[in-house]
């Protein structure tokens, strides 16, 4: 993995694909932190798949990715980012209030599509049993909201298979 002066990240051929996928996540937030528009969209494909779940009010990452509001309107600090198969999966918070879960997809180091959670508790199952699991047992789950106050659970939940 190589990083040039924007923190661009461009895969290697020997990068370990959820390193990179994670790094190319971690950059969009740090250049979103600090106005690096120009970052930004090169870590997006042009046609980018948008889905958003949450109170329209609250469609502040795509005021941020289209330009429509500048960074210190809204901060997203994830308190944890994981990578769940081809998706990267970033969650935070602010007080009691305010909760959020992103799922970024990315292919050959580039994000694809991006699904937004907003005040929503979200599970995350796969429905390919992994190997040797008898198929009776279903979809399972491999990824769960955390969130830091656990009263907050009275969220409405969804539930994302992959």
Known sequence: MESNKNEVLVSEPDSNPEMVS?????????????????????????????????????????????????????????????VVGDCVI????EG????????WTLKDGLITQFREYFNTWLTVRDVKPPPGWDMGHGCHTVWQSQPRDLARRSLPGLLLTI
């Open 22 to 82: 994670k790094a190319v996540v971690d950059t969009l937030y740090k250049a979103l932190a600090r106005g690096e528009t120009s970052t930004v969209v090169k870590l997006l494909t042009s046609d980018l798949e948008w889905w958003f779940h949450g109170p329209p009010r609250c469609h502040h990452m795509m005021r941020m990715l289209t330009g429509e509001s500048n960074h210190t309107e809204f901060r997203f600090e994830p308190r944890s980012v994981e």
């Open 90 to 93: 970033a969650e935070g918070w």
């Open 96 to 103: 009691a209030q305010v909760y959020w879960v992103h799922v």
